[in-house]
């Protein structure tokens, strides 16, 4: 009975042993995968810092680039930036790391989208026809940038940080990211500055004399006068028409229309006005708003335009 005990004892402290052993090449093998992980997150982190360093360097300064360089250089960014995405999404996610590893690709999805729109409408913000509006767009854009930014900050880096801390995984920290470098690229005026700098670009003003000014706007067929008060119809809809004249010397193309009512801004755009020509913008209020409203409209500068007094109207609705 004693050598059985003994050989018994022996067998379950072997057992233990064994289980201690394999737990143990577990547990180091589950770390080097979420150090490697650590890793292959930075090694990505970093590379997209330098790609979006260089973009917004040559936006910052493109020196003597022509707009076919200065499309092409973009359209590498954009490559670059969607091969980021790729890598990110063939990470997996070991260990605790699933819901950041979700996140992860959240914010790469918002800056592979982002230089996707932003290279897509670069060419037609270089161009003649809707350059103003594509300047716009791309301001956009750098939004989704700014919010890619926020995300890896303040979900990402501390959710994968805290994994790796929680399993006893020390200096291995992923990287702080920030691909916006400055919040003065959500203005459409930085863009449009930047852009205009580029050999080329037909987005700057041409030569002579720009400016438009507000012919009349009129509300469901009803000309609105400054000082009084329109009544309108309201019941099936409130439709404003406003008519604008180029009054400079040039073509202006993508001309801009805002109405704002009730804080809420609205706009329509004319195609294209050639030097003296009249064009009209329809711009439907939705929501429909009720009752008495203040309707401000405006014609927004063109390139070039030094007088704008006359591009601004505020007008008072009565919509039953």
């Known amino acids: 009975m004693l050598r059985r005990g003994l050989a018994l004892g022996g067998a379950l402290i072997l057992l233990i042993l064994v289980v201690l052993g394999i737990k143990g090449c577990l547990d180091a093998r589950a770390n080097r995968e979420l150090s490697d992980y650590s890793r292959n997150v930075t090694q990505i982190v970093e590379e997209t810092e330098q790609t979006s360093k260089d973009f917004f360097k040559k936006l910052e300064d493109p020196g003597n680039s022509s707009v076919t360089d200065f499309v ?7 490559s670059a930036i969607d091969s980021y995405r790729s890598r ?10 699933k819901r ?7 914010v790469y999805e918002l800056r592979a989208g982002a ?8 060419p037609t913000a270089l161009g003649d026809a809707g350059a103003e509006k594509a300047m716009g767009a791309i301001a956009k854009q750098m939004q ?9 900050e303040q979900v990402v880096r501390p959710e994968i940080d805290g994994v790796l801390a929680s399993n006893g995984i020390t200096d291995s920290d992923v990287p702080n990211s920030s691909v916006l470098p400055d919040e003065k ?9 930047a852009l205009g700098a580029i050999s080329g670009n037909s987005g700057a003003a041409t030569q002579g004399v720009h400016g438009l000014g507000l012919i009349g706007t009129s509300v469901n067929g009803s000309e609105l006068v400054e000082g009084g008060a329109t009544p ?46 009249e064009g009209t913008a329809t711009i439907p ?11 401000e409209v405006e014609a927004e500068p063109v390139a070039g335009e030094q007088v704008t007094e006359n591009n601004e109207a505020t007008y008072t609705l009565l919509i039953e």
Do not use: C
Not at 72 to 78: E, I, K, L, T
Not at 88 to 97: C, I, K, T, Y
Not at 100 to 106: K, P
Not at 237 to 265: A, D, I, L, R
């Open 115 to 122: 230089m996707d729109q932003i290279a897509e409408k670069m």
């Open 285 to 295: 209020l939705t929501p429909t708003p009720k009752g008495e409203v203040t309707l």
């Open 100 to 106: 950041a590893q979700s996140n992860l690709e959240l």
């Open 232 to 277: 309108v119809a309201g019941e099936e809809g409130v439709e404003v028409e406003v008519t604008v004249q180029n009054q400079g010397e040039s073509t202006e193309n993508g001309v801009t229309v805002s109405v704002t009512v009730e804080g809420n801004t609205l706009q329509g755009e004319i195609d294209e006005l050639g030097a003296g020509e």
């Open 144 to 152: 989704k940038l700014l919010a890619s930014d926020v995300v890896y």
């Open 72 to 78: 092409a250089g973009v359209d590498a960014d954009r």
């Open 88 to 97: 990110v999404e063939s990470l997996g996610a070991p260990g605790d790391m």
């Open 185 to 193: 690229w959500l203005e459409e005026s930085t863009v449009s500055d």
